[in-house]
């Protein structure tokens, strides 16, 4: 929580912020949309998640790189992150059916949509040949997946020898919610069994338990706005029936885990 209220007070949060807002304004109709938030970078875990992976795709990339959206939705950020990364080109992949004609409308006035374009495609069979990419990000959409193992092989295939994946995943602490602390642990085997980790990496159980640790509780305490859940409750109650579990806890409650990984 402490990173985060640093990074909230940074330069590269506050100018992100900057163009979400003035992306929002310039595509009021995204709101109204099936987007999965009518304001995704004023998210819990997302105001951690996008800094985190815009940062790390400038300090391992160069000129003109050709980066890999997967599981994109539509929001602001590739169209910020072909602003930040000089001669940028983005590709967005996502399988929602209302997509295309919303990526047509926001490439009609968007200033650097010419360097974003859209393929709809499943992540586990993606439509590029091997090695087109020089980095990729996956955004809490693959441990949703049930196929790690299949979309990760996916991910190693497209990128270039020495690309870069980061990749991001909500780690559920009610006991319902997808994924529990176990089964973390086996997505972030099945991640190191494909790619070097960049960094250390400290075990799961550790940073989970650390007092200060960012979760969506304590998020929403300083702020409530924050929740991507309407009804937090019911969506506990969701979770529960899907997972066929009892909670632990009477709030829906996460932490999200963030990778940087390598391509051997």
Known sequence: MDACDRLLASPLFTGMEQFSDAFLARHEFLRGSNNWVRDPLHQWSRQWEYPFVASALKAHLGPNPRILDTGSGITFFPYHLAGLLPGARISCVDLDPTL??????????EPTAAQVSFHPSNIASLPFPAGEFDALYCISVLEHTGRYEDVLAEFVRVLRPGGIALITFDVALDDVSEIDPDEAELLLAAMESQFAVLGNRAPLSSR???PDVLTAARAVERNPALLPWRWPFLSLVKAAFRSRRWPTVWRKNLTVYCAALKRP
Request: glycine share 0%.
């Open 208 to 210: 989970i338990d650390s």
């Open 100 to 109: 295309p004609a919303l990526f047509d409308r926001v490439k009609a006035t």
